[in-house]
């Protein structure tokens, strides 16, 4: 009996570890997926970058950008967003867009979300573009994931810098306000004791008795 022992127990550890070491591994999968650049699908007459801004430490926006350079004129230009996942858009506006193109010129065209927390979001953009003969398509994905204090991974150093810079902005904010508070403060107890120091002031009947006295009237 005795024997069988140390294969129960290496059974026992196996059956432990190997969904742990599974779910590492899937997870690192995930993460290197994730962390990857945009995929960008355009066209010989309407080229697309993707461009993905600092998230804002404060509010944690995240503002993406569709950079369109255009070798085409083009009157009927439909942009559309498409967000799923653990984000949504600040202004539901911005799903869609239209405009107008003209060949030569770069046309910026932004998105705001807002990250609901720990997940991973996928970011769809589109570009159809339509004249008279012709019609073009480009499309922008960017898949990220979030922690639970829906900060963007990974962690850039742009954002680590401008995080401490909140921190000290609020630090500044703060000492201003306490100090604005306790200078208020200071001035209501030195007029109080101001007042407490001064002598009483004319009563209306010591007022109305000098009034009536005969030197007070004759000067």
Do not use: H
């Not at 899937?26 to 962390?35: F, H, K, V």
């Not at 003209?102 to 997940?119: A, R, S």
């Not at 994931?145 to 904010?173: C, G, M």
């Amino acid at each position: 009996m005795r024997k069988y022992v140390p294969f129960t127990v290496t059974f026992a550890i196996l059956a432990i570890f190997t969904p742990i070491i599974s779910f590492s591994r899937l997870n690192a999968q995930t993460d290197a997926n994730i962390d990857q650049p945009a995929v960008v699908k355009d066209v010989e007459g309407l080229r697309a970058e993707f461009k993905q801004l600092t998230q804002d430490p404060d509010s944690k926006n995240a503002t993406f950008q569709m950079i369109l350079k255009s070798s085409i004129d083009s009157d009927r230009v439909k942009i559309e967003w498409t967000i799923t996942g653990a984000s949504k858009l600040v202004n539901d506006n911005d799903k869609r867009t239209n405009l107008t193109i003209k060949k030569g010129q770069t046309y910026t065209i932004p998105i705001t979300i807002i990250p609901q927390g720990e997940g991973v979001t996928e970011v769809f953009g589109t570009a159809e573009a339509v004249n008279v003969d012709s019609s073009y398509l480009v499309t922008v994905r960017k898949n990220f994931a979030t922690n639970k204090s829906a900060e963007i991974l990974p962690i850039t150093s742009d954002y680590t810098n401008a995080k401490n810079l909140s921190v000290v902005k609020n630090i500044i904010l703060l000492v201003v306000v306490v100090a604005t508070i306790l200078g208020v403060i200071l001035l209501i107890l030195r007029r109080i004791t101001k007042y407490l120091k001064t002598e009483p002031e004319v009563t209306f009947e010591n007022e109305l008795a000098s009034t009536q006295d005969p030197n007070t009237l004759s000067k």
